[in-house]
């Protein structure tokens, strides 16, 4: 079922969650236990992070430089098939622009499909140290709304090349959205323009980037109301879990902490698991009473706090 069927249907705050494929060398077992945590909490949905690869660089006993290619998490596509088939659960693996050919993403997508697959998040990427190299009759997606672009041909049966009586295949697509802006873009009013291509494009939903302060997300969706986006937004969250994730988030992830929950894990540094999970649960009462649909948390490999802060919310 698609994603925006399972926001219409729903008749109370449903609970959706973002995981992260192992690391290579790792086993699927990580993942299976953490959807063993999240299945009890009937999440409509979890969507399964996407990686490009990197180069890695190695010094030689000769002194010569080694370089590889890697992709440090390898299988969004297996674990999606894994969770879908397996539990019943809804899944929707993240496409990314940057390191995939389109060709590459088609085939994905067509994999996807026999998968029984509906959904999909449509992402560039981020910026990384190796670039994929273009040969002959290669095209690629540079934005997500190229990527949108690509899907929604799909739904008119138009791959990339012309073949006769094809079929189509109908996802429903979700794109990132940045209620504090996203870092490259100049000013908030640009980044709403760049999303609304994406949603003029054909994107269904908008997933936001974590945020701290519901006002903050409150205000996003009046101005892209305003700026005539009417796809549903569903807000992103995660409990802070470390003191260090006060500087690495906002680096990360362009995103602020309010001052009160600052002061407060310096004071207690101890205590920063408590005072995370505490300013969670605040954040998701409050969403959940402004009648927000969905509420979509980023677990990544750690589900354990993020479902006692849903159990103890009730
Ligand atoms: P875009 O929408 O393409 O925007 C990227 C930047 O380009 C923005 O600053 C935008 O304003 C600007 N822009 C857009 N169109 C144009 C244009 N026509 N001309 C000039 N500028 C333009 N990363 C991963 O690697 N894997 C993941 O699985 C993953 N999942 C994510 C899930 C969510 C919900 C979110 C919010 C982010 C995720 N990311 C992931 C991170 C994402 O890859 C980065 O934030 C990336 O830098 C931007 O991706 P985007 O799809 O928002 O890009």
Redesign the pocket.
Known sequence: MHVIEHLDRADRTLFSF?I?PPPRGKTVRDIIDIVEQIAPVKPPFI??????AEAVYEELDDGSIKRRIRKKRPG?ISICGIIQNRYGIETVP?L???GFTREETEDAIIELNYLGIENV???????SNYKKIMRDGRTRN??????VEQLVDLREAKFLDDIANSEAINFCV?????PE?????PNIK??L???K??VDAGADY?????FFDNSVFMDYVRRCRDAGISVPIIP?LKPIESVRQLSSLPKN??ISMPEDLVDEIMESPDHVKEIGKRWTAKQLVGLMNSGTECI?F?VMNNASTTVEIIKEAG
């Open positions: 973002e992260i969507d399964v992070t996407s990686h490009m969004t993240h990314l622009c940057a998040l449509a992402i560039r990427g981020d910026q540079i934005y997500a709304k190229d990527l979700g794109v990132g959205g940045y802006k996203h870092q490259e873009s640009t980044d323009k760049y999303l291509e994406k908008i997933v936001t980037q974590m992103g992830f362009n979509h980023y």
